[in-house]
Nanobody
């Protein structure tokens, strides 16, 4: 069974930082591109970041570029999202998603809540 379990979401102050983790199981993690997608309150899904199977290629949305860093540890079967200089508009449920092609995802985690507020 494919499982993706996010963790690390919490309340942080504007300008703060955090690191989200996504632990994967049930598939060959090292062969798959991984993604972070978020959903702000009342909004639709917004793609945030992507990393290639080996972690050597990364992509970011314009809204997070320069502030967020995606990384992965294939030995631990975990993908991370390091976020700094957080803004209130970063408030969202953050989902880890397994890549299934360009802009496509076939498995999702349960999500972890990030709230940026003073």
């Amino acid at each position: 069974q494919v499982q993706l379990v996010e963790s690390g979401g919490r309340l942080v102050q504007p300008g703060g930082s955090l690191r989200l983790s996504c632990a994967a199981s049930g598939f060959t993690f090292s062969s798959n591109w991984m993604n972070w997608v978020r959903q702000a309150p009342g909004k639709g899904l917004e793609w945030v970041s992507t990393t290639s199977s080996g972690g050597f290629t990364t992509y970011y949305s314009d809204s997070v570029k320069g502030r967020f860093t995606i990384s992965r540890d294939n030995a631990k079967k975990t993908v991370y999202l390091q976020a700094i200089s957080l803004k209130p508009e970063d408030t969202a449920v953050y989902y880890c998603a397994k890549g299934a092609g360009l802009g496509q995802y076939d498995y999702w985690g349960q999500g972890t809540q990030v709230t940026v507020s003073s």
